[in-house]
C-alpha cells in the first residue's frame, strides 16, 4: 500500500486476503464529539500524544506497520552503539502489552533467533500461503490434549 496516494476508494480492503485493513472513518484531531476527552483539541494537550506515531486523517485506509517507530529507534540504538540488533531488544506494542507472551517479534534471517527457531517448529504455520501473498506472520497450531477428550 502506498499510503501517500491513497484517496479512500476502500479497493485494497476488498483486495486484502487477509482482511486487516480498516478504513479511518473520524478526523480524531479535529471531531467534536471527542473534544472533551481528546487531548489533541488545545495546544497543551497535544504535548500528551505519541510524536513517534502519525494519526493520519480522515477518508484513509489503514493497517498494521509492525511498529516502524520502534523498529527504527532500535536500529539507531544499536547503531549508535556499534553493535548488532539483539534478539528482543525491539519489542512492538502488541507483544508489549499481550499478558501472555503470546505475540513474539524479531528477526527471521537471524538463525539464533526465537522466532526463527518458532518458524521451524513442527506446528507453525503460515495463513494463505498456498495462494501466493508470501506472509512474514507465523502462526502457531493450537496444542489440544486428546487424551484428556477420550476419558
Known amino acids: 500500500m502506498t499510503y501517500n496516494r491513497c484517496i479512500g476508494t476502500r479497493y485494497c480492503a476488498n483486495n486484502c486476503p487477509y482482511k486487516v485493513r480498516r478504513f479511518n472513518w473520524f478526523n480524531y484531531k479535529a471531531y467534536d464529539k471527542f473534544s472533551e476527552f481528546n487531548p489533541s483539541q488545545d495546544m497543551v494537550g497535544r504535548l500528551v500524544l505519541n510524536p513517534d506515531v502519525t494519526v493520519r486523517s480522515r477518508g484513509v485506509m489503514e493497517k498494521c506497520s509492525m511498529c516502524v517507530q520502534r523498529i527504527q529507534a532500535g536500529k539507531l540504538d544499536a547503531k549508535i552503539e556499534g553493535v548488532p540488533v539483539a534478539d528482543g531488544a525491539i519489542v512492538t506494542a502488541c507483544s508489549e502489552a499481550c499478558p501472555t507472551n503470546a505475540i513474539t517479534f524479531g528477526d527471521i534471517n ?4 526465537k522466532v526463527h527457531k518458532l518458524r521451524n517448529d513442527k ?3 503460515l495463513a494463505l500461503e498456498e495462494v501466493g501473498t508470501r506472509p512474514s506472520v507465523n502462526y502457531m497450531v493450537k496444542v489440544r490434549n486428546r487424551e484428556e477428550n477420550l476419558a
Open 110 to 113: 537471524d538463525t539464533n533467533s
Open 123 to 125: 506446528r507453525a504455520y
